[in-house]
């Protein structure tokens, strides 16, 4: 597989289109993994936290979110086939969902935004399968774990609880998880939510 390393974050040189598919390969096969799209601010906090740079290189994808890693491999001479924004990947992945009738788990967000954003992809995808969403403020994460369990086995959990903090959560329960790929989205059950 294609990387490039960016101070030591090694992202995947692909473009949308293929991210997409090898999400939904990994979905079809039920090979667990999980997708992270660090931005610049994150590759930086990982130059000198080895933990967290062993997390993100362990993920099935980097993808190569934000415009500022995509200037700093093509100042590397190591370019980037695209920038792949979190939220334009997850457009075109659940629209590949529907097509199969997948099934996807919405976490995190303030209470009620992943309810809302469920009613919203709902509507815009009718034959997606939405498993359940909850919130993304939790006494403890393993309280988390059996909620998101309780909705039974989702092709894709988005896990949007910002950065760094989804990552360490999607390495830490990935075996534990019942979902095939974890995606770690940042803000976007707030865009979906509108
Ligand atoms: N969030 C959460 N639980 C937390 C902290 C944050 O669910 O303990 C949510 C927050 O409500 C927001 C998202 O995580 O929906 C973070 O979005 P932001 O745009 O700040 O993250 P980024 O995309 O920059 O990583």
New binding site residues.
């Given amino acids: 597989m294609n990387k490039v390393s960016i101070l030591g974050v090694k992202f995947d040189a692909i473009t949308k289109q293929e991210a997409v598919q090898r999400a939904m390969e990994a979905i079809r096969q039920g090979k667990k993994g999980y997708v992270v799209t660090p931005?610049s601010e994150i590759v930086y906090m990982a130059r000198n936290n080895p933990q967290l740079k062993k997390l993100l290189n362990a993920a099935t994808l980097v993808l190569s979110d934000g415009i500022g890693i995509v200037h700093a491999a093509k100042i590397l001479k190591k370019p980037l086939t695209e920038k792949v924004a979190g939220i334009e990947f997850a457009a075109d992945l659940i629209a590949e969902m529907e097509k199969e009738g997948r099934s996807l788990f919405l976490f995190?967000?303030?209470p009620g935004?992943a309810q809302k954003a469920a009613e919203n992809l709902k509507k815009k995808h009718p034959n997606l399968i939405i498993n359940g969403c909850r919130?993304?403020?939790f006494k403890s994460e393993e309280q988390a774990v059996q909620d998101i369990n309780a909705a039974g086995h989702s092709d894709v959990i988005l896990v949007?609880?910002?950065?760094p903090?989804q990552e360490i959560f999607m390495n830490t329960h990935i075996d534990e998880l019942n979902g095939t790929l974890l995606c770690g989205l940042?803000?976007s059950?707030?865009v979906y939510a509108g």
């Fill in positions: 931005n995190g967000a303030k935004v919130d993304g403020y949007c609880l910002g950065a903090k940042g803000g059950l707030d």
